[in-house]
């Protein structure tokens, strides 16, 4: 009986978290009748057919998957989608010329014809949403470790091609709670996707990485956009003959704006969280991941803005790749100090206290943690090889080119392969290349080899390094504790490889020949690091992989049956969801107190002319200093609410979300969340986590005032 009471006493005192103040990216097809009655306390006016109905349109046929990880909504009956101007950022940029810079001036069609094409992007409709637990827990019942993954792939492939046969539509198997539980999720797909409007990148990025992941923050990070179909309505390639799609449901947009401890929610695509993580995942994630991972990417970010801020023509070509690095350079070093201050990683040893003595007499959980334990102790000492490899090695933009090229060895080298093996590789490879010419800079990307060469072997154990290659440099180019050496090398890498030479590279592609490729430099490089990996440390990560998988599927398992009633939502894994919470303020330390809004007033008090971060188009000051506010002035502040926060539950895959009031209308785009709660990926602070949401009153007066594009205003279904 005493034994027991402990145990009682440590689950009492221990609490594993799950669905505390806002927290929660809930399932819309799954929303619990406890959840949906908090969200109707908080605000909410819609019934739950209304969020998520397959019979009838609802919430969920406004939004959509945009691109391959961001979110966007349907804001008119003629397909208008509003996302983050970041979001957009590679489609802006590709339509970006040095004559016709949109990225850097803006761009707004007045009217349809004027759209811009956008081959790269394509946008998501779900579909439906089935359970289908059973059908995967069938075909893999038994196994486990790398026999189960296999057959779950099986199964999955069966379930699909079922759901999808002579429909037209994708859909993928989603495992939920470690595997758990399996969603099927099903999607229709649209590929005519064209540039409506973008603000200027002075206004869509102001403040860039100083304020990234900052509040107050001032960006007016919002893209617009337009889907096309046929004239059925069905998904169609790009023709001058389609026309705008007219979706099931679009949202409103309300210009009533925000009041303190307003209800907010948010639907979109959480792209991936791991709140179920262990004290093993912690500590491997704050001693080894995310500080070399921050260190290696400062380094290739500092020889790419060298080279940026020098010529608008490379700022322009290096835009997207250097915004997708820096974003979470800033992030991954946030998360490890807010780990480390919340003391996350005593929290989860706490929690696993808790588990260990309610596990101690159930076979079936009793060793799980010592497994995680042992599991973590075998792959920790190649860790760091591993991040220096994927973010320093193959961070030089050449090096991983020259790393695909491995399928053109592989064809060329394999007995017996297919007659056209090798001309579908080469084939492969030389379109790659091209697209990879567009976007390589010479001068950063040598400067990004010679210094993460360097750092490998210096800070990478001798042992598991690629020894011959660093012996031949040595002997071909100087010490090995030196930096001209690296410098020297790198040079001559640059030019020498046939990546950077048409006429050795076609040479190549009309004779493919191993021996010519293994002793291109780049190739050789690039192969080096590569094989040295995938020969002797991936089998031990693929290991990991699958232990941890097995793991944590029983750690959640145990999880569930020692608090059955507790509200649970499954982590993120880029499938829509909804969260909601309020409009709130918040107090980040002592003395400092953040207010819920942030207006044009801050924006101004920013502006420094010409400067990198901080510039502003002419016609803004103008427009502010005239007190233009136009429909969008907020009365209480007697300005134009540029951004607000909110206590709601997102991360990254929300970016573009719609931020909707309790009538179901927009009021807002949600785009970042704030330094003081970067832990979130692994435990939600219900104090200071806060989501920062344009305000759409100011995207709708950026396109309006500042752009004149008052076609687009027409277009929406304002409420006031």
Request: glycine content about 8%; charged content about 25%; some cysteine.
């Amino acid at each position: 009986m005493r034994k027991h009471l402990v145990v009682l006493l440590l689950l009492m005192a221990v609490s594993f978290k799950w669905a505390k103040a806002d927290e929660g990216m809930w399932l819309p097809y799954l929303l619990g009748q406890q959840t949906y009655n908090d969200m109707v306390k908080r605000g909410l006016k819609l019934t739950k057919e209304q969020l998520y109905s397959i019979n009838k349109a609802s919430m969920k046929d406004a939004i959509v998957i945009f691109g391959g990880g961001c979110t966007g909504e349907i804001v008119s009956n003629e397909g208008l989608i509003f996302t983050n101007h970041h979001c957009g950022y590679g489609a802006i940029a590709s339509a970006s010329t040095v004559e016709h810079n949109y990225l850097k001036n803006g761009f707004y069609a007045q009217n349809k014809s004027q759209e811009i094409s956008s081959p790269m992007l394509s946008v998501q409709f779900l579909v439906k949403v089935e359970d289908v637990t059973k059908q995967v827990e069938e075909a893999v019942k038994g196994l486990s470790g790398a026999e189960r993954t296999a057959k779950e792939q099986t199964g999955y492939a069966e379930i699909i091609e079922k759901a999808t046969a002579g429909t037209g539509y994708e859909a993928k198997v989603v495992p939920m709670y470690k595997a758990n539980q399996y969603l099927l999720f099903v999607y229709e797909r649209y590929t005519d996707v064209r540039l409506v409007g973008t603000p200027p990148e002075s206004i869509g990025k102001f403040g860039g990485d100083t304020d990234n992941w900052e509040w107050p923050r001032h960006t007016g990070d919002f893209s617009i956009f337009r889907v096309y179909a046929d004239k059925n309505g069905k998904p169609a390639p790009y023709s001058k003959d389609n026309v705008p799609l007219k979706p099931k449901h679009f949202l409103p947009v309300s210009i009533k704006g925000v009041k303190e401890n307003d209800y907010a929610m948010i639907f979109g695509y959480p792209g991936g969280t791991n709140r179920y993580e262990t004290s093993y995942g912690v500590e491997l994630k704050n001693t080894v991941e995310n500080p070399n991972t921050v260190n290696l990417r400062d380094v290739r970010l500092k020889a790419m803005f060298e080279q940026m801020k020098k010529d608008p023509a490379v700022k322009l070509q290096l835009a997207s790749s250097y915004a997708g690095i820096a974003n979470y350079w800033k992030f991954f070093d946030g998360e490890t100090k807010q780990l480390e201050k919340y003391h996350v990683l005593e929290d989860k040893r706490k929690q696993e206290a808790a588990f260990a003595k309610w596990a101690q007499d159930k076979p079936e959980f009793a060793s799980i943690l010592k497994d995680y334990e042992a599991n973590y102790k075998a792959w920790t000492p190649y860790a760091k090889g591993r991040v220096y490899l994927t973010e320093g090695i193959l961070g030089s933009p050449v090096a991983g080119f020259a790393s695909t090229l491995l399928q053109v060895e592989k064809a060329l080298v394999t007995p017996n392969a297919p007659k056209d093996a090798v001309k579908n590789a080469v084939a492969a490879a030389d379109k790659a290349r091209k697209a990879f010419l567009e976007g390589e800079n010479k001068p950063s990307d040598e400067k990004i080899l010679a210094a993460t060469a360097q750092l490998y072997y210096n800070d990478i154990p001798k042992d598991q390094q690629p020894t011959a290659f660093y012996q031949e440099l040595g002997s071909k180019y100087g010490s090995l504790s030196e930096d001209a050496t690296y410098r020297k090398w790198a040079a001559n890498l640059m030019a020498n490889t046939m990546i950077f030479s048409d006429a050795k590279w076609d040479a190549f592609v009309k004779n493919p020949d191993a021996v010519t490729l293994q002793a291109d430099p780049a190739f050789a490089y690039a192969s080096a690091f590569v094989k040295n990996y995938t020969g002797k440390y991936l089998p031990l990560y693929n290991q990991f992989v699958v232990k941890n998988n097995d793991l944590g599927r029983e750690y959640l398992k145990g999880i569930m049956q020692m608090q059955p009633n507790a509200n649970r939502y499954p982590d993120a894994n880029f499938t829509m969801r909804v969260s909601y919470g309020q409009v709130k303020p918040y107090s980040p330390r002592d003395a400092v107190n953040y207010d819920y809004v942030c207006t044009m007033k801050g924006v101004i008090e920013k502006y420094v002319p010409g400067d990198y971060e901080f510039d502003l188009p002419a016609n803004y000051v103008d427009l502010y200093n005239k007190k233009d506010f136009g429909q969008y002035k907020d009365a209480k502040r007697n300005d134009v609410v540029v951004c607000f926060i909110t206590t709601n539950d997102i991360t990254g895959g929300n970016s573009g979300s719609p931020v909707i009031n309790g009538n179901g209308e927009l009021i807002g785009l949600a785009f970042d969340g704030n330094y003081e709660a970067l832990s979130h990926k692994i435990q939600f602070d219900s104090n200071y986590n806060r989501t920062i949401c344009v305000d759409v009153r100011y995207v709708l007066w950026c396109i309006e005032k500042l752009g004149g594009a008052k076609n687009i205003i027409n277009e929406l279904k304002i409420v006031k």
